[in-house]
């Protein structure tokens, strides 16, 4: 059953995230699919939206889809104005993509090419609604389509460091799905019951939300993360939870499973992101028990 | 300095508007900068000769007039203008190498004394009506249309922690006016033909044009 499928049905759906190359070697990515087929119901792969130049996504979800793995292709405005979207969509449907997934672009400074000059020609909302347009039949500029794409379109939620961002982010969530997002994206969850919270907030905008969870490679992540992204909510008892164990590459491998299992009852799917220790992938999901 | 290089005697010329109040080429800036030209080029074991002028706008070409009589003592113009006095200068002046002294960064206010902060891109197509008087289009750093990034963290920017977030800033005065509904409109993209999407622009008063 197809990813759209699974989410209408109400059924729990396991994405996991797997990066293109920065250059032509694609061996690790075709091998981390074929290791993760049949355990996952998709694969969601980044463009260049952290801000590193890599092999754009589109090539990366055909990859997916040559190895049997349905895929879910980032979209973003940083890099590409009206036109080499439309195009980009509409490549992806002839390709055989049918998942996009809108998100935001880290802001050009500061990825590794900070000299770049950025487009930002549409937002979000723009491309989601650019989205729609086509499969409508039309062009942003309202020209008639040979042949109208489908697409199962989500779009990704920020964190809040406070109450103020939280409400923001609720309103700004709203307007997406007007605009045309059928699913949402959360950013990685680290206290369950924070994410709760969060949930109750959220769950009533009428799509399903996809929570992250993100594998904690190491300490001095852990603790980056809590000291950079005030909305993160990394707690002092989860890093010292990572901090006492013997073996902290399994402990993050179990924090992570434990936390898809706690989400569980109370999504309707689940993110993996394991940047770059995609082959840890069945370890979180044994955990998990998935 | 490379742009003087070649020359023995250039005219170094500020403007009494814009860049007089952001104290970066008025009067006062033309005599510092023609000391300091000075000291480098004797310094390098050349010599030259600067003369100063000031004129009271440099994008007006009535103004730009004022210069004829120095012009032809001169082998080269360096303005202290923006952008647009540069420009006229090299209009008025066809036989005479101009150069840059400033780098015209933007059009904005002055946040408090010695700080000033882009507030306009000049765009044609104004959105302030809709945002709260806060613009989203100079002011974010990726001119988005509907709400904040995810680089917006307890109203700053991701770009720095100097640089408040636009939409936060949006977001709060709507809530303040009343006014969430204006947050809430989804705004469409935006049509960038007005704000030099299609090419150098250019308005006609046809009430004040000869």
Not at chain 1, 234 to 260: C, P, W, Y
Not at chain 2, 104 to 127: H, I, N, P, Y
Request: negative net charge.
């Amino acid at each position: 059953m197809s990813f759209q499928k699974r989410l209408q049905a109400k059924e729990f759906v396991v994405l996991a995230e797997m990066h293109t190359p920065k250059g032509v070697n694609i061996s690790r990515l075709v091998n981390d699919a074929r290791r993760i087929k049949g355990r996952v119901d998709a694969i969601v792969v980044p463009d260049m939206d952290n801000g590193i130049m890599r092999m754009n996504a589109l090539a990366g979800g055909v990859l997916m889809q040559q190895q049997g793995v349905e895929a879910i292709i980032h979209l973003y405005c940083r890099d590409r104005n009206r036109m080499a979207l439309q195009g980009d969509i509409l490549a992806a449907h002839v390709l055989g993509i049918h998942n996009l997934l809108v998100v935001r672009g880290e802001e050009m400074s500061q990825g590794d090419h900070s000299e770049a000059k950025a487009v930002d020609d549409v937002d979000e909302c723009g491309l989601l609604g650019a989205i729609g347009t086509l499969q409508k039949g039309k062009d942003m500029a309202g020209f008639d389509l040979d042949g109208a794409p489908t697409f199962f379109s989500g779009a990704s939620l920020a964190p809040c460091a406070d109450e103020a961002a939280l409400e923001r982010e609720v309103a700004f969530a709203a307007k997406k799905v007007a605009a045309g997002a059928r699913w949402l994206l959360t950013p990685p969850v680290y206290d369950v019951a924070r994410f709760a919270a969060f949930y109750e907030r959220v769950k009533g905008l009428g799509v399903p939300v996809v929570p992250t969870v993100f594998l904690l490679k190491s300490l001095a992540i852990a603790q980056y993360i809590a000291n950079s992204e005030p909305g993160a909510n990394i707690s002092d008892e989860l890093i010292r939870r990572i901090r006492k164990s013997s073996d902290r590459e399994q402990e993050g491998i179990h924090i992570a499973g434990e936390t898809v299992a706690a989400l569980k009852p109370m999504v309707q799917g689940v993110l993996v992101q394991t940047l770059g220790w995609e082959h840890k992938l069945p370890a979180i999901l044994d955990v998990a028990g998935l | 300095m490379e742009y003087i290089k070649p020359f023995k005697r250039i005219l170094l010329v500020g403007c009494n508007e814009c860049v007089t109040v952001c104290a970066a080429g008025g009067r006062k800036e033309v005599g510092l900068l023609a000391s300091g030209l000075h000291m480098a080029v004797l310094k390098s074991g050349a010599t030259i000769e600067i003369r100063e002028h000031t004129l009271e706008r440099q994008c007006d070409p009535e103004y730009v007039e004022e210069l004829v009589p120095m012009i032809d003592g001169v082998e080269a113009v360096m303005s202290m203008a923006c952008g647009c006095g540069v420009q006229e200068i090299a209009r008025r002046f066809k036989n005479k190498p101009v150069f840059p002294a400033l780098n015209t960064k933007f059009m904005g206010a002055s946040e408090r004394q010695g700080v000033w902060s882009e507030r306009c891109q000049g765009c044609g197509d104004c959105l302030l009506g809709m945002t709260g008087g806060i613009c989203p289009i100079a002011r974010c750093a990726k001119q988005l249309m509907n709400g904040p990034c995810g680089g917006s963290t307890g109203g700053h920017c991701e770009i720095g922690e100097d640089t408040d977030c636009a939409w936060a800033l949006i977001w709060e005065r709507l809530k303040a006016l009343g006014q969430i509904e204006r947050y809430v409109e989804i705004t469409p993209a935006k049509d960038w033909r007005p704000g030099g999407g299609s090419g150098p622009r250019k308005i006609i008063r046809e009430d004040l044009a000869e």
